[in-house]
């Protein structure tokens, strides 16, 4: 698949590119660029197909005012164009099998709608991105017929999926500087053309870095954008192509640790290991649920069990940018079906008054904030941490202390505090005296957020 030839020849066309083009670097100067509408910012996946009985972009634009009184800021709305026929896996689809990189899902109406939404969203103060899918497309795209020579082939010659379970779709050969210049072009028409505000990109970790990194500098010299990579094990993504990435290893620790497999302890380690994997001034987003999780491995409740509550304030107050999936705030216990239409269920908001505190605490608390803006997590010793995660984070005049049982059993711990005195207690309201060596009791998965007075 890789040609010597083509890489260096690819080398110096993406080089002649990046010179034409305005200086982006991410990280520090990055996080002063976008820091204006990112640095408390939180993520809200939207399932736009599950959203509705309708399934459109209209009928969406109907739950705007309740998601800003929710308080989130970056609608993430996944994959808007239209789904392949051919090789489609049951009756809708896959969002992620892309017959047309520049066309509306005629599902979800039409462009003009589109338009709509997003200029609906910029009045109420919101920013869209969109998920876009670089390292594949679905049979009936254009490419395929077109340009056969873009696309990944086998001994004989054949087009070929990714990988064969995921046979809806073909994968883009990255060796081609002629289909890499088409994508970067189709990015650019969606922010030109609707006036987006980034991208989540889609199997991140499946593209060459120096793609990414010549398409966020395109991107940037129309408007400075958002990049989120579905990515994990490339820090260098983040340098100059990405402000965020995803914690699966975070995520797949906190499942373990719902269901006993693993301890707080277990989470320690995990903030030891990745403390300088990040470039000045990128940040993870944080997660309990999103689409992947719903579908196939099922819904917090369901991981999570008692502890989805715990769990989704850890996520709030750790590093990192937060995100809610589309019924998240509902308390959707159902794992939606990905191929096929099956509508949230809104009948019960009872969660969401919990969901809006935390993000009132997010966006109060400098400390809380995202990257360079907020304050780093340091670690708070406790006399069982097997049990028990603790842990301040400091930026200006805002400290938080949070304190967490990670397990179903009550718990009695010592802290090893070095700032001793008096703290609110944020969800009871109640302001806690701690001193060098303080014993305190936690219920099973209890969660303490001290705001230092």
Not at 186 to 194: I, L, N, R, S
Not at 283 to 288: A, D
């Given at each position: 698949m890789k040609n010597i030839k083509n890489l260096l020849f690819l080398s110096l066309l993406i080089w002649s590119m990046i010179a034409c083009q305005p200086t982006v670097k991410k990280g520090a100067e990055?996080?002063?660029?976008?820091?204006?509408?990112?640095?408390?910012?939180?993520?809200?996946?939207?399932n736009i197909r599950q959203y509705t009985p309708e399934g459109t972009f209209k009928a969406f634009e109907t739950h705007l005012p309740r998601l800003k009184e929710l308080g989130v800021d970056i609608l993430w709305l996944m994959p808007v164009?239209?789904?392949?026929?051919?090789?489609?896996?049951?009756?809708?689809?896959?969002?992620?099998?892309?017959?047309?990189?520049?066309?509306?899902?005629?599902?979800?109406?039409?462009?003009?709608?589109?338009?709509?939404?997003?200029?609906?969203?910029h009045e109420m103060g919101f920013k869209v991105i969109i998920d876009w899918v670089a390292n594949h497309t679905g049979w009936d795209n254009s490419w395929i017929t077109e340009h056969p020579d873009w696309y990944t082939k086998d001994s004989t010659g054949a087009i070929i999926p990714p990988n064969p379970d995921w046979s809806d779709i073909a994968d883009l050969n990255f060796d081609s500087k002629p289909m890499r210049l088409a994508m970067i072009e189709?990015?650019?028409?969606?922010?030109?053309?609707?006036n987006i505000d980034g991208f989540r990109c889609d199997v991140?970790?499946?593209?060459?870095?120096?793609?990414?990194?010549?398409a966020t500098s395109s991107l940037d010299s129309i408007k400075s954008v958002y990049m989120l990579a579905e990515d994990e094990d490339h820090p260098g993504f983040l340098e100059k192509a990405f402000q965020s990435n995803y914690t699966w290893k975070l995520h797949h620790i906190l499942n373990d640790v719902a269901q006993g497999k693993k301890t707080a302890a277990d989470i320690k380690t995990y903030f030891a290991e990745i403390d300088t994997k990040y470039a000045p001034g990128s940040?993870?987003?944080?997660?309990?649920t999103n689409h992947d999780e719903n579908s196939w491995s099922g819904s917090e409740y369901e991981r999570m069990g008692d502890a989805v509550k715990t769990?989704?304030?850890?996520?709030?107050?750790?590093?990192g940018i937060p995100l809610l999936y589309s019924g998240q705030e509902a308390g959707l216990k159902k794992r939606l079906r990905f191929f096929e239409k099956d509508t949230i269920d809104w009948s019960n908001m009872e969660i969401q008054p919990f969901y809006?505190?935390?993000?009132?605490?997010?966006?109060?608390?400098?400390?809380l904030w995202n990257g360079a803006a907020g304050g780093?997590?340091?670690?708070?010793?406790?006399?069982?941490?097997?049990?028990?995660?603790?842990?301040?984070?400091?930026?200006?005049?805002?400290?938080?202390?949070?304190?967490?049982?990670l397990s179903a059993e009550p718990v009695e711990v010592q802290l090893q505090l070095n700032q001793t005195g008096n703290y609110l207690d944020y969800f009871s309201g109640e302001t806690r005296n701690l001193e060098k060596g303080t014993s305190i009791k936690l219920d099973k998965w209890a969660y303490w957020v001290l705001v230092k007075k």
């Open positions: 990055a996080s002063a660029k976008v820091s204006e509408w990112s640095k408390n910012a939180v993520l809200y996946e939207v164009n239209p789904i392949s026929l051919k090789n489609r896996k049951g009756s809708l689809g896959s969002y992620y099998s892309v017959k047309d990189y520049k066309a509306i899902n005629p599902e979800f109406g039409t462009m003009d709608d589109f338009k709509h939404l997003v200029t609906k969203a189709a990015m650019d028409f969606w922010v030109k053309e609707t991140a970790w499946g593209v060459p870095q120096d793609f990414w990194e010549a940040f993870p987003m944080q997660f309990i769990f989704a304030t850890l996520s709030f107050t750790v590093e809006q505190k935390l993000i009132k605490l997010k966006k109060e608390q400098v400390a780093k997590l340091i670690l708070v010793e406790n006399s069982n941490p097997a049990k028990v995660l603790s842990f301040t984070r400091e930026k200006d005049n805002s400290q938080v202390l949070a304190i967490f049982n």
